[in-house]
């Protein structure tokens, strides 16, 4: 078994694992144990009361963030005719039709986010089973299988993040960057966490955030007051 790092026992010695944090505290303290020697990723974690196995309590949706996540994503738009063009206009870093489809089969997997059109989504469906695990899959219901695809590459080029429930029922996403103000990660925590409120499947009853925790990529996680922040953000 591997001993932890001086780094890491540092950190940990920071955090109060028994106590939940006010949000703007928690950030503060993510901020501060990002130590490593690049500039990491603040990232949430929302323990949800779903049960994922049931189709009407998937949470699913997007949302722009305010002020991005100070990563640069890579967009691949698989389309026809003059979209091509126009997601190229755009800002699309890949582009193209059946023969991106085929790459894609064959190993190729470059891209942060993939949009579609909708007439080329019976070519796109056979990688189902290689984007869907990845969170990749284009989908009506997050805006990534559209006619509009200059809006979509804008909108994710400007941050606007997918977010998803995972068979534990957590939702796992990136706020931004250690070296973004305390000011800009609690903006984007508290877009995300209202896009999230606003997901509630009907079907749920009972406590739907059951947890917050926040953390940098190389840090350890800090539990949030879920109680404060979700009558907060629901305002």
Known sequence: MSSKSKRFKAILGKIDPLKEYPLDDAISLAKECATAKFDESIELHVKLGVDPRHADQQVRSTVGLPHGTGHDKKVLVIASGEKVKEAEDAGA???????????IEGGWMDFDAVIATPDVMKTVGRLGKVLGPRGLMPSAKTNTVTFD????????KAGRVEFRVDKAGIIHNGVGRASFTAEQLSDNVRTLLRAILKARPSAVKGTYIKGIAISSTMGAGIKVDA?????????
């Open 93 to 103: 870093d890949y582009v193209g039709g059946d023969e991106k489809v085929a790459e």
């Open 149 to 156: 695809v200059a809006g979509a590459v804008k909108e994710i």
């Open 227 to 235: 109680t404060a922040i979700q009558k907060d953000s629901a305002e």
